[in-house]
Each structure stands twice: as C-alpha cells, then as structure tokens.
C-alpha cells in the first residue's frame, strides 16, 4: 500500500484547543438546535455531496466493485448489530435514514435533564417530504408491535409523536419523539430534550451547543485551518463526560467491576480536556 503522503493526512483536521478566544456564532441548524448539554456532535454539512465525493475516492470505488459485494454485504452486518441500540430506542434502523435527507444530518449525545444519555437526530428532507412523513408512522408500527404505545402533542407550536416504550425486564421504561416541520425531519429518545430543540426552533430556547466556550473554539481553530473550503463533517466531543453518559447507559450488569476507564481517565488527568474536535473534508 503506498505511503499517504503527509499533505493529505493533514487535510483531516483533528485538534485540541484549550485556550479562550472569541468566535462567530456556528454556521449549521444542527448545532444551534442542540442543547447546550450536547456532549458528542456529528454533523454531515450536505448528505448528496458527502455521497458524490466519497464515491470519487479510492475506498469508495474500491467499496463499489462488484467483487467486494460480499465483504461490503458482511460489513453492514456487523454494523447494523453494533447499531441495534439506535433501532431499540427510535423503532428505525440506520438503513430507514439512508435514502430520506437531501441537507445536513445530524446526530447529537446529549445529557438529558435526568442526567441520562439521549440520542437526537436532526436532517434536512428538503425534496423528499414524502419519504419523511411516512417515518414517524413506521416507528410507530414497529415499537407498538413491542408494547409501546403511541400518542401525538403539540410543543412549541410542532406537532409531534410521542411513543411510550415499557421497558424489558429490570430496565426503565424509554421513549421516542419525531417531529417533521419546514422540510425539516427530527427524533429523539428523550421528550425533555426534544422539547428543547423545538423550543428553540421557535426562537424561545435557553442556549445551545453552539454557545458552548470549548465548542466555539475548537471550530474556530478548525476554521483557521480549512480556510474558505467548506467540511463535509463536522465533529465535536467533550471525552469525560461523553464517557460518564456511556457508563451510566450501560446496565448494571454490563459494567465493568473496580475501576473503569472513566476513573483511569480522570485519574490520569484527562478532564483538562475540554473539548476535542474536527473537520473531514
């Protein structure tokens, strides 16, 4: 395999900032909807255009030669297993969201106000409206057949569909929530924070993610970097506290005995980090 040579690897901008510096106000939806308790940030700035340029890449015509439709079939497998947990909370599998956004998508992991790990998805559907409004109704179908059960509200002046979900044995009772409003397509697994969001859709919300000192100067740092060219992902995470959501969401019984890599991390002085983050373009 030829050596990448050191150019291209610095086209994908990974960086640590910790200083404190002023910055404009982020540019995506995605980050001024999320609350500002956003711990993990993964945003797709165009799916359409994401798509075009990764099939114009090595890996993405090597992915798309019939001969490694195998190991290409074999690969979403494993994927969709790993990625139960998202079909478990919303009623829909990563493949359900794959042909629907046309904008940005984003994916949030938020601490909810129970101080619980929420998962919220936003995306722009702008063209396809259609394929949008039929997602609530197929969540639905798919968690009542489980038990859950299904109601519809109005937050913030958007309608939504709330579903109920019991929870299995020795588990809480979870949630999902969708809305479809101005072309614009959201879930989450957490009604509070879905409240949030829509709250400030209509411009009365409290701050958000993009209000946050180490987000504002990650991207800033990652602006100066990229230029005028515009990333095609956008990603951003606060290591200790996405960690402590990830532990708290696993079951009493799937955490590890003693200490954890939360208490190494910690020991080890890693809650310097305030926020870690990155553009790909």
């Given at each position: ?77 494993q994927l969709q297993q790993r990625l ?167 079951p009493p019984e799937k955490r590890p ?25």
């Amino acid at each position: 395999m030829p050596r990448i040579p050191t150019r291209t690897i610095s086209s994908v901008v990974f960086l640590l900032w910790i200083a404190a510096t002023p910055w404009l106000r982020a540019e995506g939806p995605g980050e001024t909807l999320l609350p500002e308790t956003t711990k993990g940030f993964f945003s797709v700035t165009n799916v359409e255009d994401l798509k075009g340029h990764w099939a114009d890449t090595q890996i993405g015509k090597l992915m798309a030669d019939p001969a490694m439709g195998p190991f290409v079939k074999d690969f979403r497998r494993q994927l969709q297993q790993r990625l139960d947990t998202f079909q478990k909370k919303l009623g829909l599998g990563i493949e359900d969201f794959e042909n629907v956004p046309t904008g940005e998508v984003t994916i949030g992991v938020i601490e909810s106000p129970k101080g619980t790990r929420a998962l919220a998805v936003l995306m722009d559907v702008t063209g396809r409206v259609d394929e949008a409004q039929a997602m609530p109704d197929k969540a639905a179908t798919n968690l009542t057949a489980g038990g859950a059960k299904r109601s519809e509200a109005t937050w913030s002046g958007t309608d939504v569909v709330v579903l109920d979900i019991p929870g299995e044995e020795g588990q809480l009772p979870q949630e999902a929530v969708y809305f479809l409003k101005d072309n614009f397509l959201g879930a989450a697994d957490d009604r509070e924070v879905m409240k949030e969001i829509l709250a400030r859709m209509a411009g009365q919300g409290e701050a958000a993610l993009a209000d946050v000192e180490a987000f504002q100067i990650v991207l800033e740092r990652c602006h100066k970097d990229a230029g005028d060219r515009t990333p095609q992902v956008r990603w951003f995470v606060e290591p200790i506290a996405y960690m402590g959501l990830a532990e708290k969401a696993n079951p009493p019984e799937k955490r590890p005995q003693g200490k954890t890599p939360l208490d190494i991390a910690k020991n080890q002085g890693f809650e310097a980090i305030r926020g870690m983050g990155g553009f790909v373009d």
